[in-house]
């Protein structure tokens, strides 16, 4: 089992900058990759960034590259997600996943608010 704590979301203006924080605990010695994905008002949810624990090579949805980049402490077992100029449609509370044996992301977060005001 692994779990899993974000933290770092908040309200913003447009333009501005967040960075989300996230924790595995547990079975960390299995960690494939851990991933961000965020789900908006009304819609499905949708992937935004991961990072491959071995190799730390990350992956990005085209909206929010050039914008938001996604790293990993391995020793600390922490993801971070650092998001600059965000949008209004980046509004959504963003989950933390974490994919163990690369087995699929099975492994969730409580999620984290993030709202942008315009």
């Known amino acids: 089992q692994v779990q899993l704590v974000e933290s770092g979301g908040g309200l913003v203006q447009a333009g501005d900058s967040l960075r989300l924080s996230c924790t595995a605990s547990g079975r960390t010695f299995s960690l494939y990759r851990m991933g961000w994905f965020r789900r908006a008002p009304g819609r499905e949810r949708e992937f935004v960034a991961s990072?491959?624990?071995?190799?730390?090579?990350?992956y990005a949805t085209d909206s929010v590259k050039g914008r938001f980049t996604i790293s990993g402490d391995n020793a600390k077992n922490t993801v971070y997600l650092q998001m600059n100029s965000l949008k209004p449609e980046d509004t959504a509370i963003y989950y933390c996943?974490?994919?163990?044996?690369?087995?699929?992301?099975?492994?969730w977060g409580q999620g984290t608010q993030v709202t942008v005001s315009s």
């Open positions: 996943a974490a994919d163990v044996d690369s087995l699929g992301y099975h492994y």
């Open positions: 990072i491959n624990r071995s190799n730390m090579r990350t």
